[in-house]
């Protein structure tokens, strides 16, 4: 058995352990979009009791695992992958080596060996999922208003307060706002249509917003398509029995 990263071996043949795991990435409705992996490298360099030797050895496993974005193999006896290998093109982050430590592990380091531990972390997302899939949503509604306009008689000379109408008709406002997420594209509008129509009255103003995408890896992917946006009603009467809309 033996490892590479970006088609270079790192350890000796047969000497090498990994131990791979993933989390599962989910959203705010808790359905899975993909696997965060991590994969922690046990490995040693074999020496020959020279420093020029063990210096260039060494140097070469910095400067390797420096690089993000190569594959990562680790390949059975004849040379062919495992099912522990991820080529960096099939992840959405790219393959990205996040720790190296040399070991302190006691014996004769520095001469006939030098013990090293990395790790290799990187997202892969599902290809199975629809292009309108949401990482989350949000969306509440303020509803004020249906009363008569009015006045008040303040509390004089031991009489009690009076209140006094003077506009008969009613006004209702309101304000429908929210926020989604998309994992690859903005969030449709036909998700958060405004509640109380799209005709003015009583739509009086509508605002909308887009933050741009997480960008992810050299040659790099987009994830994380936000949106927000605000409706403003205004009419002498409005339904306040509605409710905002769901996440379906």
């Not at 808790?30 to 922690?40: E, I, K, M, Q, T």
């Not at 003077?166 to 304000?175: D, E, S």
């Not at 009603?233 to 379906?248: G, S």
Request: glycine share 10%; charged share 20%.
């Amino acid at each position: 058995m033996r490892l590479l990263y970006g088609g270079t071996q790192l350890g000796v043949t047969n000497g090498t352990r990994i131990v791979p795991s993933r989390t599962l990435l989910r959203n705010q409705r808790n359905l899975g979009y993909g696997f965060r992996w991590a994969v922690d490298v046990d490995a040693f360099l074999k020496l020959i009791d020279n420093e020029t030797d063990t210096t260039t050895q060494m140097g070469a496993i910095e400067l390797l695992l420096s690089a993000s974005g190569g594959d990562l193999e680790f390949q059975y006896d004849s040379n062919t992958d495992t099912v522990n290998s991820w080529l960096t093109a099939n992840t959405f982050t790219g393959v990205v080596p996040t720790f190296l430590g040399w070991g302190g592990d006691p014996g004769a380091q520095f001469r006939t060996w030098r013990s090293f531990k990395c790790r290799f972390e990187f997202d892969q997302h599902f290809t199975s999922l629809s292009s309108g899939f949401l990482i989350d949503f949000k969306e509440t509604i303020r509803i004020r208003g249906g009363t008569s306009g009015y006045v008040v008689n303040e509390y004089v000379n031991g009489v009690a307060p009076d209140a006094w109408a003077t506009i008969a008709t009613t006004k209702w406002t309101a304000t429908q706002a929210g926020r989604a997420v998309g994992l690859s594209q903005f969030p449709a509008s036909s998700l958060f249509p405004p509640i109380w129509g799209n005709t003015s009255p009583p739509l009086k103003d509508q605002d909308f917003s887009y933050t741009s995408p997480e960008a992810q890896g050299t040659a790099p992917k987009y994830r994380y398509y936000e949106c927000n946006w605000n409706y403003s009603f205004e009419a002498p009467t409005l339904d306040p029995t509605k409710r905002p809309n769901l996440w379906t």
